[in-house]
C-alpha cells in the first residue's frame, strides 16, 4: 500500500504543487465560494428603504417565498415540465439506440445524423422553432391559423407550455442517443448472440437483456436530464416565450432571474438561488449514486 | 424487428431533427417582405446573397454578425483553453505530489460540480460588476472557468497511466516540470483535445451568462444576438437576415461535433460520467 502510494506520488515537493492548483482555486475561490457564500448571507437580509445598507430578517425571504402562490406554482410547473422532458427525451433517446445498433447498417451515419443537434444551443433551438410556427409568419404557424385551430402560444398558456417542453425535449434526445449508444456499443456481443442462439428475437433481447445491462447508464441519464430541463431550458424560454403567457412557462431558474435581475429583490432572488441550490445539490448526490453503481 | 421497419422510423427521426434546420435555411434564401406578410414558398428563392450579407455585414438590430461570430469564437476558445490549463495543472498536482491539505484543494474543486452557473449567476453577476469586469471578455470568460469536469477528467486519465513512466523519468534525473512537459503533456493530447471539443460547444452555446454581463452591442455573442433580433417576435423583423445568422450561429459548434465526431463521444462521455 505504501509502495503503490509512494509510487502513484512521486513528488515531495511543498509549494509547487500548490502553486500548480493556485489558479484554479483562485477562480474557484473568486467566482464560486464568495458568490455562494455571499447568496447565503443574503439571503438572510432585506435591503433598507435607501438601498444602502442589509437589514438582518432571520428567514423571512424563505417564508415570503413559500407563502408566494405564484412561487409555488413555479415549483410545480418546474418538476412537471423537466419529468415531462426528461421522460420524453429519455425514451425517445433510447429507443433510437437501440434501433440504430440493432437493426440498421451504416450505424455511423446515422450516428452523425442523431448526434448533431447536442452541439444547438438551446436558445437557437427556440429561434428555428419559432420561425416554423409562428403564428403570422411560420410556414406550419400559418397554416395551423388558416386551418382555424386558435393557434397562437403568445396568448394561450397550454400551448406556450406544450411547446416549450416539446422543444426542450427535441433538443435533448441527441444527448440521451449518444450516451445510450455508446452503452449499447459497450456491452459484449457474445451476450446477445447467445440470445439469439436461444432464438429470442430483437425486441426481447433489447427488453429483457440490453436495457438491464445499460441501468445505470439509464439512471444517469435521468438525473442528467432533470438537471438540463430546469436549467438549460432557460435560453429556450427566453426566446420563445419569456416566461409568458401569463407566467404559463415560468420555471425556478426563470423566477429567479427576473427577480434578481428585472426586479433588482435581492434578497428575494439570494433566497432563490440558495433554493435552486439545494435542488441541484440533491439531483447531483444522485447522480453520485448513479456514478457509484456503473461498471 | 424488420430493418426496413427501422430504417423508416430512423429515417422519420432524423428528418423530424433536421427540419428546423431546413426550414430556416430556405427562409434565408426569401425576401423578408414575403416572410413577413406570412406567405413563404415552400422552394428556396433568390434572395441568399443578400440576406448572408445584410446579416454579415449589418446585423439585424445588433452588431454586424461577423463580429458577433468573432465574439463567440474568443469566448468558446477562451473557455476551453482555459479551462485546460487550469485542469491540467491542478490534475497534476493533485495526482503526482504528496502535500498536506491535498484532501482540502480537491473538495473545494470538487464542490463546483454541485452547482451549474445558471444557479450562482445573480451572486456571480454582483461580484464580477464589483471587480470592474461586466462588459470585458474576461467577464464573459472568467466565471465559466470554476468547474471541476476537466480536473475529474484529467485526474482519471493521469491515474490510469503506468507508474513505470514516472519511475523511468525520475531515475533519468527528471524534476516534475521536466515530467509535466516532456512525457505527461503529449501523453494526454487526445485526451486534452476530447475535453477541447466538448468545452469549445459548451462556451459557443452559453446563454444566461453572457445575456447578463454584456450591454454593449458589439460584444454580444451570437446566440444571443439572434434572440435579440426576433425581439418580440413581430411580423415586420428582417427574417431572411435573421436565418442567415441563425445558421452561421449554430454552424460553428456542429461542424466541430460532427467533423470530430470520435473524439468528441469519447470527451463527453468521459467528461460527464
Known amino acids: 500500500m505504501s509502495r503503490e502510494a509512494a509510487a502513484r506520488e512521486p513528488f515531495g515537493e511543498a509549494v509547487l504543487p500548490w502553486l500548480l492548483l493556485a489558479p484554479q482555486l483562485a477562480v474557484t475561490g473568486i467566482f464560486f465560494l464568495w458568490p455562494a457564500a455571499w447568496a447565503f448571507w443574503q439571503s438572510f437580509h432585506i435591503s433598507d428603504a435607501f438601498g444602502t445598507s442589509l437589514i438582518f430578517v432571520g428567514l423571512e425571504n424563505y417564508v415570503l417565498l413559500a407563502e408566494d402562490p405564484l412561487y409555488r406554482d413555479a415549483v410545480v410547473r418546474s418538476f412537471v415540465f423537466a419529468s415531462l422532458v426528461a421522460g420524453f427525451a429519455l425514451g425517445v433517446g433510447v429507443g433510437l439506440a437501440l434501433l440504430v445498433e440493432n437493426g440498421a447498417r451504416r450505424k455511423r451515419v446515422w450516428q452523425a445524423l442523431l448526434t448533431w443537434p447536442y452541439a444547438l444551443a438551446p436558445a437557437t433551438a427556440g429561434v428555428l422553432w419559432l420561425f416554423l410556427l409562428h403564428p403570422s409568419v411560420g410556414l406550419i404557424g400559418t397554416a395551423l391559423v388558416r386551418a382555424d385551430t386558435g393557434w397562437d402560444w403568445r396568448i394561450n398558456g397550454t400551448q406556450a407550455f406544450l411547446l416549450v417542453v416539446g422543444i426542450a425535449a427535441w433538443k435533448q434526445v441527441a444527448y440521451n442517443f449518444i450516451f445510450a449508444f455508446a452503452a449499447l456499443l459497450a456491452l459484449p456481443r457474445s ?105 | 424487428m424488420k430493418r426496413s421497419l427501422a430504417f423508416l422510423t430512423l429515417s422519420v427521426a432524423a428528418f423530424l431533427l433536421l427540419a428546423p434546420v431546413l426550414v430556416a435555411l430556405l427562409g434565408a434564401t426569401q425576401p423578408s417582405e414575403v416572410i413577413a406578410r406570412g406567405s413563404m414558398a415552400w422552394l428556396p428563392g433568390g434572395e441568399t446573397a443578400r440576406n448572408l450579407g445584410e446579416a454579415l455585414t449589418q446585423g439585424a438590430g445588433t452588431a454586424p454578425v461577423w463580429r458577433l461570430l468573432l465574439n463567440s469564437a474568443v469566448m468558446a476558445a477562451g473557455i476551453a483553453a482555459g479551462k485546460i490549463v487550469l485542469s491540467l495543472l491542478s490534475a497534476f498536482a493533485l495526482v503526482y505530489f504528496r502535500v498536506r491539505g491535498r484532501g482540502i484543494a480537491f473538495a473545494l474543486i470538487f464542490l463546483t460540480l454541485l452547482l451549474p452557473v445558471e444557479v450562482r449567476i445573480v451572486p456571480t453577476y454582483d461580484v464580477v460588476v464589483k471587480m470592474g469586469l461586466s462588459d470585458s471578455m474576461g467577464g464573459l470568460i472568467l466565471p465559466l472557468l470554476a468547474s471541476a469536469t476537466g480536473t475529474l477528467l484529467l485526474r482519471q486519465f ?108 469519447r470527451g463527453l462521455i468521459s467528461a460527464e460520467k
Not at chain 1, 431558474?253 to 445539490?281: E, I, K, T
Not at chain 2, 515530467?179 to 459548451?202: D, E, K, M, N, Q
Open chain 1, 191 to 295: 451476450l446477445i448472440e447467445a440470445a439469439e442462439m436461444d432464438g429470442a428475437g430483437k425486441a426481447r433481447i433489447a427488453w429483457s437483456i440490453q436495457l438491464p445491462l445499460i441501468a445505470p447508464t439509464l439512471f444517469f441519464l435521468i438525473v442528467v436530464n432533470l438537471v438540463y430541463a430546469f436549467f438549460d431550458s432557460f435560453g429556450l424560454i427566453h426566446a420563445l416565450t419569456r416566461g409568458g403567457p401569463a407566467n404559463a412557462t415560468e420555471t425556478l431558474v426563470y423566477r429567479a432571474f427576473v427577480d434578481g435581475h428585472v426586479n433588482h429583490d435581492l434578497g428575494r432572488s439570494a433566497a432563490q438561488s440558495v433554493v435552486l441550490l439545494v435542488v441541484v445539490a440533491a439531483l447531483t448526490l444522485l447522480q453520485f449514486r448513479a456514478m457509484g453503481r456503473r461498471p
Open chain 2, 158 to 265: 493521469m491515474r490510469d497511466l503506468p507508474r513505470e513512466l514516472v519511475d523511468a523519468a525520475r531515475i533519468d534525473g527528471a524534476g516534475p516540470l521536466a515530467f509535466f512537459w516532456h512525457i505527461l503533456l503529449p501523453l494526454s493530447r487526445t485526451s486534452v483535445a476530447a475535453l477541447g471539443v466538448v468545452l469549445f460547444v459548451y462556451g459557443w452555446n452559453q446563454y444566461l451568462w453572457p445575456l447578463l454581463i454584456v450591454t454593449r452591442a458589439e460584444l454580444d455573442t451570437v446566440i444571443v444576438a439572434v434572440v435579440k433580433m426576433i425581439g418580440t417576435g413581430e411580423a415586420m423583423s428582417d427574417w431572411g437576415a435573421i436565418m442567415a445568422a441563425a445558421i452561421l450561429a449554430l454552424l460553428p459548434p456542429v461542424i466541430v461535433v460532427l467533423a470530430l465526431q470520435r473524439l468528441f463521444v
